[in-house]
């Protein structure tokens, strides 16, 4: 076991600190992605060590690991997922058109609804409050399709 990650006295900070470098590296390595392997050696990792660490990192979905030979053996591929640039995500519209004027927002009895217990005689499945609105925004759908065809 290499003494970089299981040691003892590696502090919870050092630890992340490797983590974070090792995540640099992937990230580095851009969409062509790292071995595993090579990983392991450039941080003095051994395989067990690495496997935890990126497989952490994996849980995190920050990463993904591709099944791939490496000077004749059997190794992982990683690469950094891909994200969604934050100024893209800040421009796409939230549409609360489907939610607009939703009983349940202004529910006097909305912490005691709940759908979790059948016998709880407070929940969506019972509210006439709910399936009214339900009703009436499907008819107000239904004639906005209807207005566009003509
Ligand atoms: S489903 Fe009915 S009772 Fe439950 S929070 Fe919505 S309006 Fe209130």
């Known amino acids: ?42 941080f003095s990792l051994d395989s067990r060590d690495g496997s935890r660490l990126v497989g952490n990192l994996e849980k995190q979905s920050l990463i993904t690991r591709e099944k791939a030979l490496y000077n004749g053996r059997w190794t992982y591929k990683l690469i950094v997922k891909k994200s969604i640039p934050i100024d893209i995500v800040e421009q796409k519209p939230i549409d609360l058109s489907t939610v607009e004027g939703a009983p349940c927002i202004c529910c006097p009895s909305q912490h005691l609804c709940s759908i979790e217990d059948e016998s709880n005689p407070i929940s969506p499945a019972k509210c006439q409050i709910i399936e009214e609105w339900v009703t009436t925004s499907f008819n107000k759908f239904m004639v906005i399709q209807q207005t566009d065809l003509i």
Not at 9 to 36: H, Y
């Open 1 to 42: 076991m290499s003494s970089e990650i299981s040691g003892s006295k590696m502090s919870v900070r050092s630890k992340s600190d490797l983590i974070d470098k090792v995540f640099d590296a992937i990230t580095t390595s851009g969409e062509e992605g790292i071995f595993q392997t090579e990983l392991c050696k450039s």
